[in-house]
């Protein structure tokens, strides 16, 4: 039975982040056939492609997840999640099952898409769009490249397939991702769907069952275009005093400015450089803006297919990219080009859904400073700016302050400015932004819940150089505060 409304039972929480892998099924990938040499891919994928299923999408087994009217039908994506156990950082694929805790079945939903070259975040990151089965021990399956497993819709059996013939089976995908990037304890690596995906309808319920797992279920009802109901916002709506959180004798404390640096809510002074500084507030989906300053298309206008009046191009990213003001980001030794990108990052406050433009910034609590590395050798035509490229650890600096939206006026007319060892090599204006911040609210709440600590990295201007090991890249926006991080080179 599926329960009528709200997410289903897991004994298992969910505590880590859910990365799932496309184009990771060999005969999908073959079925492309020439098409991907030609433009805009140019080559198939060389590295796994790869997106964040962020937090508004996981649900368990027993939910009932809503399809909207247009088109009116999904694709079921059966995948093996694969439960990380440790931090797993740079294994090789022979040491992988070390770092593996269990399995699950997933269940990938997405709208059909016509390409995949970039095809929208809209279509992958709806609520309750990737359904997680429950945690089977990784001792009890033999082997996890070969599982059989079937879709049922409304009772019927309409698909079989096997975890088998993929471009890189459950070792081999664990060594390529955390070749770049760090998985944590509780992370959940989705092993990719196999085509083609079954297609339902609301009403409809699907089961899927896999050799070892058990079997996941999950029905399907119309979506209904109601507003959230407003939640109240956790910080104090009236204050206008920036904040931030920093670990100092052992402990994370908020911080308020103070001549001297930097103030503890016990009354104690420090200087900048006495504390560790963190995100400046609990980071929950990363939403990341890509070519929304009409100065920074046309400095990228040559590599690019795209133009200002396609959907806003969003990607997702991670929570083990964050590094806060301070910080250090490493360069690894191979990139030619590895540029920092001054955004306003704009931090939501309370509940969005559905939400129009002119109530738009009722939902927005505040801003900060980021600054979004990217490693231009890595950049494949492939789905989004991929993780290799926007996604590796540290590389993505926030803070130093949480400044509330009381305080910013106007955030549509802020002076951005970066510089490299004292030198000016980035200037813009907020004003510039393709997608302003209502346009983004309105556009991300049409098919998704945002939740108080959602981020949305704005963009960027023109003015992107490469940067080297040593450099101290400072990143400011008027108003919201100076974000300092040096590069360092990669340690052995
Ligand atoms: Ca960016």
Redesign the pocket.
């Given at each position: 039975m599926v329960a009528e409304t709200g997410f289903g039972f897991s004994p298992w929480k969910l505590s880590g982040t859910v990365y799932g892998a496309l184009l990771n099924h060999a005969p999908q990938l073959s079925a492309l056939g020439e098409t991907v040499n030609a433009a805009p891919y140019k080559a198939a994928p060389r590295f796994p492609v790869l997106q964040v299923r962020p937090r508004n999408t996981v649900c368990f087994s027993g939910s009932v997840v809503a399809i909207p009217a247009l088109p009116g039908v999904l694709e079921i994506g059966v995948s093996l999640g694969i439960v990380i156990s440790q931090v797993a950082c740079r294994v090789s694929a022979t040491d992988a099952p070390h770092v593996i805790a269990g399995y699950l079945i997933a269940a990938e939903l997405g709208l059909p898409c016509e390409s995949h070259y970039r095809p929208a975040v809209r279509l992958k990151a709806r609520d309750g769009f990737t359904v997680l089965g429950s945690v089977i021990a990784a001792q009890q399956i033999a082997d996890p490249n070969a599982l059989k497993a079937s879709v049922a819709v409304d009772g019927a059996e309409v698909s079989t397939l096997t975890t088998g013939d993929r471009v890189r089976p459950v070792a081999e995908l664990i060594a390529a991702v955390t070749e770049f990037m760090t998985l944590q304890p509780g992370d959940v690596l989705l092993l990719g769907a196999s085509t083609p995906a079954p297609r339902v309808r609301p009403g409809q319920t699907v089961r899927i069952t896999m050799e070892g797992l058990g079997c996941l279920e999950f029905s399907l009802k119309p979506e209904t275009t109601a507003p959230s109901a407003p939640e109240q916002v956790k910080t104090t709506p009236d204050s206008t005093t920036p904040t931030a959180r920093v670990v100092y004798g052992g402990a994370i404390h908020t911080a308020t400015p103070h001549p001297l640096g930097l103030r503890l809510e016990d009354g104690r002074t420090l200087p900048e450089h006495a504390v560790q500084w963190l995100p400046p507030f609990e980071v929950g989906t990363i939403l990341?803006l890509?070519l929304n300053y009409a100065d920074h298309l046309k400095e990228l206008s040559k590599e690019l297919t795209v133009t200002a009046k396609d959907e806003p191009l969003v990607f997702l990213k991670g929570p083990g990219t964050l590094v806060g003001h301070r910080g250090m980001t490493c360069r690894p030794a191979e990139v030619q080009f590895m540029h920092y990108?001054c955004?306003l990052a704009v931090v939501i406050g309370k509940t969005a859904r559905n939400v129009q433009r002119a109530q738009a910034m009722d939902h927005v609590a505040g801003y900060t400073v980021c600054n979004?590395y990217a490693f231009r050798d890595y950049l494949e035509n492939w789905y989004r700016p991929n993780l290799r490229v926007k996604n590796r650890d540290s590389a993505t600096a926030l803070g130093p302050w949480f400044v509330p939206a009381s305080a910013i006026p106007n955030p549509h007319n802020l002076a951005l400015r970066t510089r490299v060892n004292g030198q000016l090599t980035q200037q813009g204006s907020t004003a510039n932004m393709v997608n302003d911040i209502p346009a983004l609210v309105e556009y991300l709440s049409s098919f998704m819940t945002l939740q108080a600590g959602d981020v949305i990295?704005t963009?960027?201007p023109e003015g992107v150089v490469n940067v080297n090991a040593g450099d101290k890249v400072v990143c400011e926006i008027e108003g919201i505060g100076r974000l300092t991080n040096t590069i360092v080179g990669e340690s052995p």
């Open positions: 990341a890509g990108e955004e979004d990295l963009g960027t």
